[in-house]
C-alpha cells in the first residue's frame, strides 16, 4: 500500500515562516502531480499549490508570492515553504498524490491523502 505523512504544522505567529513535509512511502512506482490542499472546519478543503513530476507549478491566489511548492523525486517527498503568513492561512494542511504503485504484479494508479497536518497562525 502507500502512505502519505506530513510533517512541520504548528503554531507561528503572523508574518513567519513555517516549512511543511510530505513523505510518500510504499510500493511506488511513480509519483506523478503532487500538492497541498488545506481546510477549516465548516468549509470546503481548497488547493494551496501543486507541483508536477516535472517541477511545473500552480497556486491559489491567496498564497502567490508567499507560499512555495518543491518537490524531490529521489526522496518522494514535496514541500512547501510558507512566509509572511498570515492569520488565514490557519487550516489543517493535507498533502496529495497521484501515484502509480504495484499491487499483486500488476500497477495502479490512484489518488492518496495524508491525515493532515495543524497550521496556526496567531496575530
Known amino acids: 500500500q502507500v502512505h502519505l505523512v506530513e510533517s512541520g504544522g504548528g503554531l507561528v505567529q503572523a508574518g513567519g515562516s513555517l516549512r511543511l513535509a510530505c513523505v510518500a512511502s510504499g510500493s511506488i512506482s511513480s509519483i506523478n502531480t503532487m500538492g497541498w490542499y488545506r481546510q477549516v472546519p465548516g468549509k470546503q478543503r481548497e488547493l494551496v499549490a501543486t507541483i508536477t513530476r516535472i517541477d511545473s507549478t500552480n497556486y491559489a491566489d491567496s498564497v502567490k508570492g508567499r507560499f512555495t511548492i518543491s518537490r524531490d523525486n529521489a526522496k518522494n517527498t514535496v514541500y512547501l515553504q510558507m512566509s509572511t503568513l498570515k492569520s488565514e492561512d490557519t487550516a489543517v494542511y493535507f498533502c496529495?498524490?497521484?501515484?502509480?504503485?504495484?499491487?499483486?504484479?500488476?500497477?495502479?494508479?490512484?489518488?492518496?491523502w495524508g491525515q493532515g497536518t495543524q497550521v496556526t497562525v496567531s496575530s
Open positions: 496529495n498524490a497521484e501515484i502509480t504503485y504495484y499491487r499483486l504484479r500488476s500497477t495502479y494508479t490512484g489518488e492518496f
